[in-house]
């Protein structure tokens, strides 16, 4: 039976690199050996797990499940692989058999159990255990890896900076209506990513993080995402007067209009000239930047977000956009609003709001203008911002999101538990490297309240956790760490979800089901769990079993120094 899916109903990996060849060479090392002495069909068990949260926080959104599966149920090695396999210098010397076995090797008798994208999930807890015939297991490890830190960490990045935009404090009802609104954040950040597949995957993962929108056309495309974005200042700058839109015409969308085509440069002066007998700043604008304006409107006029800051935001930018709104408003458009690039957001973003707020009375659209404020955000930047007024209603984030600047990796490991049924186990002089031995089960054990208490792991054969019982819940390594748990529900944190070269359907969630499950697994944690300063620890346990066996394990692999 291939590994590979003949059938078709698994697509291939997205990335045309994910081949069984995107390995470290020691996995085919490895492989080898275990080859040469018929190792390589020992039955085995691996986890893929991580030590620690990233960016100081208490919490990881798995991702990427969704391309290990597409990986796993292609996994083949093509005449071309072997070929250049034979030309590396250290492989010179191995059996032709070797690579006649390559060519035929597949996934046809690996399981394997995950949780599913989405999902919050915490250190020592396998986000994957593959289960199969050592040789084929080993191969997988690094392309695993690959397909899950980098997804799981900017699926993580995004949820922090959404749950920072919009876990605002209360704000007044005298501040203008955009400063109540409830900001959304979208992904930019293409063009400073890792390559195109770092900007691919960073536009996919941080959707399932929270974020409504990306500027990623060819990701919008493949993954049915919104796509947003307006102009840059070089469009502004392209223009230098008026006399160039001089002629240009928006169609007459009004209900009771007929619609002609309307000249749309002496409306706007018109309203320019009015404006300014009360605010002279609206007869001074920068003309370059409202011909530009003007450009824009007779492209776009369902579709009217302008930049404003290329010059001077409150007594340029702003202004050449309100005039150009009014004409758009009169001709039946309903403007969509601007974008900050620099300055003092929180400050700009107010006065945008109230420059909008003594239109709205007359013009209600101005109630519902966004106002999109970009500019090296972080999630520092985020909880700066919520400590003070400010009327941004989205936010448009790239670097900072998509290059993890925080932390760049999560520092996922894939380790050997089982092999032929015995319990394996790495030891360290550091605690947090010591492996926890064996083929396990995770659990989430929840309370009376629906928020999760802690995570069990248990020895494969051990019974489930039983909702209404007492457990006994151990630290891993600590004595003296134990607590008596009664759960009012027990979740199991695995599935089944790949079956001896095939995908099990169903099993893992969609993008969509993904984004859905991790905001809300992340809004059952308890708020102290998530929150940005000190956050309380969750807690990681194991049955009182799982601990003796462990620590037994440990003592008898542990050698007995010598002293004399």
């Not at 926080?57 to 599966?69: K, P, S």
């Not at 749950?163 to 704000?171: P, Q």
């Not at 493949?222 to 840059?232: I, R, Y």
């Not at 064996?438 to 928020?451: A, E, I, S, T």
């Amino acid at each position: 039976m291939s590994g590979i899916d003949n059938e078709g109903s698994t697509p291939s990996p997205t990335n045309t690199l994910v081949t069984a060849l995107l390995t470290d060479m020691y996995q085919i090392s490895m492989t080898y050996a275990h080859w040469k002495n018929d190792r390589a069909d020992d039955e085995s068990v691996f986890e893929l797990f991580f030590r620690r949260n990233p960016f100081g926080g208490e919490y990881t959104i798995f991702a990427g499940l969704d391309e290990c599966l597409k990986f796993m149920a292609h996994f083949k090695f093509t005449q071309s692989d072997v070929d250049y396999l034979k030309t590396i210098p250290s492989m010179k010397g191995c059996d032709d058999a070797f690579f006649d076995w390559l060519l035929q090797v597949d996934t046809s008798k690996v399981k394997v159990y995950a949780m599913r994208d989405g999902s919050v999930a915490f250190p020592r807890m396998p986000l994957l255990m593959v289960q199969g015939p050592l040789g084929i297991a080993q191969l997988l490890e690094t392309t695993l890896l690959t397909l899950v830190n980098y997804p799981s960490l900017i699926a993580t990045n995004a949820s922090r900076m959404v749950l920072a935009a919009t876990e605002r404090r209360e704000v007044s009802e005298s501040l203008p209506a955009q400063c109540r609104q409830t900001p959304v954040c979208v992904e930019f950040g293409l063009r400073r990513a890792q390559g195109p597949d770092g900007g691919f995957s960073a536009s996919k993962y941080a959707a399932m993080g929270g974020f409504v929108a990306t500027s990623n056309v060819q990701a919008g495309k493949l993954l049915g995402l919104n796509v947003a974005g307006t102009h840059a200042h070089a469009f502004v700058q392209t223009y230098t007067g008026l006399e160039e839109v001089k002629g240009r015409t928006v169609t007459d969308n009004t209900e009771q209009g007929t619609g002609e085509n309307v000249e749309i440069l002496p409306k706007v002066l018109e309203y320019r000239h009015k404006l300014a007998t009360d605010n002279p700043n609206f007869g001074t604008t920068n003309d370059g930047e409202l011909a530009a304006f003007i450009a824009y409107a007779v492209a776009f006029p369902h579709n009217f977000l302008c930049l404003v800051d290329t010059y001077e935001t409150l007594t340029s930018g702003l202004l050449n956009f309100v005039v150009v709104t009014l004409v758009l408003d009169d001709l039946g458009y309903v403007p969509k609003g601007i974008r900050l690039d620099s300055g003092d957001l929180a400050y700009l973003s107010l006065e945008c709001a109230k420059c909008f707020a003594s239109f709205a009375e007359k013009r209600p659209y101005f109630h519902n203008l966004s106002i999109v404020a970009s500019n090296d955000i972080n999630e520092d930047v985020l909880h700066a911002l919520n400590k003070q007024d400010h009327a941004i209603t989205v936010y448009g984030i790239g670097t900072n999101l998509v290059t993890c600047q925080a932390q760049p990796a999560l520092g996922c490991v894939y380790k050997l538990v089982e092999v032929e049924g015995r319990p394996r186990m790495k030891l360290s002089q550091e605690i947090e490297k010591v492996l926890i031995p064996g083929r396990k089960k995770p659990y989430r054990l929840v309370g009376r309240d629906g928020r999760p208490i802690m995570d069990l792991l248990t020895g494969y054969d051990e019974s489930e956790p039983q909702t209404n019982v007492r457990i006994l819940c151990r630290h891993a390594f600590i004595e003296r760490k134990r607590a008596a748990v009664t759960p009012s529900r027990v979740e199991a944190l695995h599935v089944l979800v790949f079956d001896h070269g095939k995908v099990v359907p169903d099993a893992n969630r969609n993008l969509d089901q993904a984004r859905v499950a991790a905001a809300e697994e992340l809004q059952r944690l308890r708020p102290d769990v998530r929150r940005y300063f000190n956050p309380t620890p969750y807690k990681i346990a194991v049955t009182d079993s799982l601990f003796h066996f462990l620590h037994e394990l440990w003592q008898s692999e542990t050698p007995v120094p010598e002293l004399s």
